[in-house]
């Protein structure tokens, strides 16, 4: 042992040839925090003295290689002043400049996931050899910045400009072959030969054979490419990457011009390029929204992790109805490998339900991602049935026949009878109440809402809902479903409209007030679709299927009287009376018309603008910014109820939920943090300047304290 400490140990792998080992104590994969950095200062330190190693492998003791820097110390490092952060990034940038001016020749040896920070060290030496069960990747753009230990300085000077702008770019993490084609890595080998390979490597270059110093000065000189070619590089690139990112992620765009600026830089100077722009990209308010999604979705998981540690088993499933929902829920828990009984009232409902399922797993064979005799057990798994015969078999049942509160408890009724006494009942009901529903059962405690998204294979979101009576173990159960089947479970309280439909049904109350007072709903879509919905009210309320929407504001109004009902007739009422339900009937508030695939294309109807003509005042031109306010006003307002009232239980749930429910931008880390980042102040005296458009745009007193108190959602 020539080193040993907390994360690096350096060993001798064989005669002159030493190892340096990434394996952080108390850790199941390898990042780089504070103490790896400061420990690979050590390890270096104590290689650069050992005159008897001749050449270095740079390996991981983990399953991954390195999964990159560690995120939950960019919080805190992001919000550094800037010369401070600056420092920090360049302190990295000198270790690893170390690493690459070691006498010795060098080389990586990547056995699992190499990403980011983990990607950039490879960099940082000679060569890189992958295990053919590895990749690489510098996800970085995901995260609002772009790689900033030298990863826009090294890998374009190794793959050339083109190759390095892509990967850095698109954030993809890459196989094997892809990363051995453009030369990102030099060899791809079977994992249990790769130490040896590495090895050969060394030998070869301490033999001579190979001129390591070569590839140590390639990445310390500029670019090399002519300067009418590196105009044409970055020129063509910027616009692509523009537009592919979109208006609100700056970070690819920055990346370009980074290596542009510093591509006739030698490396020392490059590094300070990269790092200064990376400093700027840290501070967007961009970078905090998506850093902070991460996090969220880090502590769903943990939060996940533990309800499943009190689940009951969950081996055998079956879901009520085979309609587009419980088709979608049989689909998606086969594809995950828990087998499904699937059981309607009539052979015509299986018959649609198996037809899903088997158009999904053949858009899959398609693509790529599953072979023939995949899909047929895939298929396999999904048992569709007339009758209860297999029930005694099951251990969670999910309901999803039609939305009629009779009909579902009778049902569940029924089933209750069926299964054994310890299995747990669930439903997809998208507006009645579990507590309600329970009333039906003779054990209360084994049932809770378990509500999906439409298209359930898409949607990774399901809002687990606790009924008075749900036991914890129900939950768990249902948490542990959820999980299984690759979703997103958000554990709520019971209310009407739940967590989603409740803070989405006001967003539409700020739609059809816009509407009756002259808003052109086109320009509402435009704005809404420009502040980074993937779609606007007009078109979701389409797609969702207006007879849908009335029924579910009918339930809103009745659940919440005092701010969402209306005496008005509004453009959603008038829709429905026209029976114009949306695509699904090729008419709403667009029309619509199928393309060359099949798919519903929108279109104006200027009959749509009469018919609203009833119930708008003159029509009026409203500025982005009052669209803007008026929409998210009523949003962020029931947000906060649901989070004053327990509905759910913190402000990171509630993001997310509105993240993956109803797709509000990433990039603004949900609506919670959206009001955070504009001062719970400035949006209370928004919400103030607009209090006269009645209830819904009323403060709560918790919102108004947590103002006047300086005080944020998140901290
Ligand atoms: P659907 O009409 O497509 O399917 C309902 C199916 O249930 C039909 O195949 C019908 O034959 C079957 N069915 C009726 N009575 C039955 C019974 N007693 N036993 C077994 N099967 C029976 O409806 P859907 O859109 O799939 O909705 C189902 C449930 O999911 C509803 O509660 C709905 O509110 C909820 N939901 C729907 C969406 C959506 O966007 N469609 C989203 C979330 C939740």
């Known amino acids: 042992?020539?080193?040993?400490?907390?994360?690096?140990?350096?060993?001798?792998?064989?005669?002159?040839?030493?190892?340096?080992?990434?394996?952080?104590?108390?850790?199941?994969?390898?990042?780089?925090?504070?103490?790896a950095l400061e420990d690979l200062d050590q390890a270096l330190a104590a290689?650069?003295?050992?005159?008897?190693?001749?050449?270095?492998?740079?390996?991981?003791?983990?399953?991954?290689?390195?999964?990159?820097?560690?995120?939950?110390?960019?919080?805190?490092?992001?919000?550094?002043?800037?010369?401070?952060?600056?420092?920090?990034?360049?302190?990295?940038?000198?270790?690893?400049?170390?690493?690459?001016?070691?006498?010795?020749?060098?080389?990586?040896?990547?056995?699992?996931?190499?990403?980011?920070?983990?990607?950039?060290?490879?960099?940082?030496?000679?060569?890189?050899?992958?295990s053919t069960k590895g990749s690489v990747g510098l996800p970085e753009v995901k995260l609002g910045i772009f790689p900033g230990w030298g990863g826009t300085v090294r890998l374009p000077r190794i793959t050339g400009a083109d190759n390095g702008i892509e990967w850095i770019c698109t954030g993809k993490t890459w196989k094997p072959e892809d990363a051995l084609k453009i030369g990102a890595v030099d060899a791809v080998v079977e994992p249990e030969k790769l130490m040896q390979a590495a090895a050969t490597l060394l030998q070869r270059c301490i033999a001579g054979e190979l001129d390591f110093r070569e590839r140590k000065q390639e990445k310390r000189e500029p670019l090399k490419l002519p300067p009418i070619e590196a105009m044409m590089v970055f020129e063509t690139a910027k616009p692509f990457i523009a537009q592919k990112a979109g208006p609100h992620m700056p970070a690819p765009v920055t990346a370009v011009k980074t290596v542009q600026k510093h591509?006739?830089?030698?490396?020392?100077?490059?590094?300070?390029a990269e790092a200064k722009n990376f400093v700027k990209m840290a501070k967007t308010p961009v970078a905090e929204a998506l850093v902070g999604l991460f996090l969220s979705d880090q502590f769903l998981k943990k939060q996940a992790k533990e309800w499943i540690q009190q689940s009951g088993p969950v081996e055998?499933?079956?879901?009520?109805?085979?309609?587009?929902?419980?088709?979608?829920?049989?689909?998606?828990?086969?594809?995950?490998?828990?087998?499904?009984?699937?059981?309607?009232?009539?052979?015509?409902?299986?018959?649609?339900?198996?037809?899903?399922?088997?158009?999904?797993?053949?858009?899959?064979?398609?693509?790529?991602?599953?072979?023939?005799?995949?899909?047929?057990?895939?298929?396999?798994?999904?048992?569709?049935?007339?009758?209860?015969?297999?029930?005694?078999?099951?251990?969670?049942?999910?309901?999803?026949?039609?939305?009629?509160?009779?009909?579902?408890?009778?049902?569940?009724?029924?089933?209750?009878?069926?299964?054994?006494?310890?299995?747990?009942?669930?439903?997809?009901t998208s507006t009645?109440?579990?507590?309600?529903?329970?009333?039906?059962?003779?054990r209360p405690e084994n049932f809770c809402g378990m509500h999906f998204f439409n298209p359930v294979h898409m949607m990774p979101l399901v809002e687990v809902i606790r009924g008075e009576k749900t036991s914890d173990e129900t939950v768990a159960t249902v948490v542990n479903y959820a999980h299984k089947m690759g979703k997103t479970p958000i554990v709520v309280n019971d209310c009407p409209g739940f967590l989603v439909n409740r803070?989405?049904?006001?967003?539409?109350?700020?739609?059809?007030?816009?509407?009756?007072?002259?808003?052109?709903?086109?320009?509402?879509?435009?704005?809404?679709?420009?502040?980074?919905?993937?779609?606007?009210?007009?078109?979701?309320?389409?797609?969702?299927?207006?007879?849908?929407?009335?029924?579910?504001?009918?339930v809103m109004e009745e659940g919440y009287p005092e701010r969402m009902k209306t005496e008005v007739k509004t453009p959603l009422n008038v829709m429905f009376e026209q029976e114009r339900f949306g695509q699904k009937n090729g008419k709403g508030f667009y029309i619509y018309e199928p393309d060359k695939k099949g798919?519903?294309?929108?279109?104006?109807?200027?009959?749509?603008?009469?018919?609203?003509?009833?119930?708008?005042?003159?029509?009026?031109?409203?500025?982005?910014?009052?669209?803007?306010?008026?929409?998210?006003?009523?949003?962020?307002?029931?947000?906060?109820?649901?989070?004053?009232?327990?509905?759910?239980?913190?402000?990171?749930?509630?993001?997310?939920?509105?993240?993956?429910?109803?797709?509000?931008?990433?990039?603004?880390?949900?609506?919670?943090?959206?009001?955070?980042?504009?001062g719970v102040d400035q949006f209370v005296?928004?919400?103030?300047?607009?209090?006269?458009?009645?209830?819904?745009?009323?403060?709560?007193?918790?919102?108004?304290?947590?103002?006047?108190?300086?005080?944020r959602f998140y901290n």
């Open 1 to 35: 042992m020539i080193y040993q400490g907390k994360a690096f140990k350096v060993l001798e792998y064989s005669e002159g040839i030493a190892e340096l080992r990434f394996d952080l104590e108390g850790e199941s994969v390898n990042k780089f925090n504070q103490l």
């Open 47 to 130: 290689i650069e003295q050992d005159s008897a190693i001749k050449g270095l492998i740079l390996s991981s003791g983990k399953e991954v290689f390195v999964v990159g820097a560690d995120i939950t110390e960019f919080v805190a490092n992001f919000r550094l002043d800037d010369d401070t952060l600056f420092g920090l990034v360049m302190d990295v940038n000198r270790l690893f400049n170390r690493l690459e001016d070691l006498d010795i020749p060098t080389v990586t040896a990547i056995n699992g996931t190499a990403l980011g920070g983990g990607f950039e060290v490879s960099l940082a030496t000679d060569y890189r050899v992958l």
């Open 263 to 272: 591509a006739s830089m030698p490396r020392d100077k490059a590094l300070e």
């Open 316 to 428: 055998k499933t079956a879901v009520l109805g085979a309609g587009i929902m419980g088709g979608g829920i049989a689909y998606q828990s086969a594809l995950k490998k828990t087998p499904i009984l699937m059981k309607d009232i009539n052979q015509q409902g299986i018959d649609l339900g198996l037809k899903e399922a088997g158009k999904l797993l053949s858009k899959r064979v398609t693509k790529g991602k599953l072979d023939s005799a995949g899909m047929g057990e895939v298929l396999n798994r999904i048992m569709p049935t007339l009758s209860y015969g297999d029930f005694g078999g099951v251990d969670v049942v999910v309901e999803a026949v039609l939305e009629k509160e009779s009909v579902k408890k009778a049902v569940l009724a029924e089933v209750e009878e069926q299964v054994r006494d310890d299995a747990v009942l669930s439903s997809n």
């Open 432 to 442: 009645i109440s579990i507590t309600e529903l329970a009333k039906a059962l003779k």
């Open 503 to 554: 803070v989405l049904f006001p967003y539409f109350g700020g739609f059809s007030q816009l509407v009756q007072d002259g808003a052109d709903f086109r320009k509402i879509d435009k704005v809404m679709e420009h502040f980074g919905m993937p779609m606007g009210p007009a078109y979701l309320l389409d797609v969702v299927g207006i007879d849908t929407a009335q029924h579910a504001q009918k």
């Open 599 to 678: 798919k519903p294309r929108k279109q104006v109807d200027e009959r749509a603008f009469e018919l609203l003509k009833t119930v708008v005042a003159e029509p009026r031109e409203f500025s982005e910014e009052e669209i803007i306010a008026r929409m998210m006003i009523p949003l962020g307002l029931e947000t906060v109820r649901t989070l004053e009232e327990g509905i759910v239980q913190s402000a990171i749930e509630a993001d997310m939920a509105l993240v993956m429910g109803i797709g509000f931008p990433v990039f603004r880390g949900g609506i919670l943090k959206y009001i955070d980042a504009m």
């Open 685 to 711: 005296k928004l919400a103030d300047q607009y209090a006269y458009l009645g209830p819904l745009y009323q403060a709560t007193d918790g919102l108004r304290q947590m103002a006047a108190g300086g005080k």
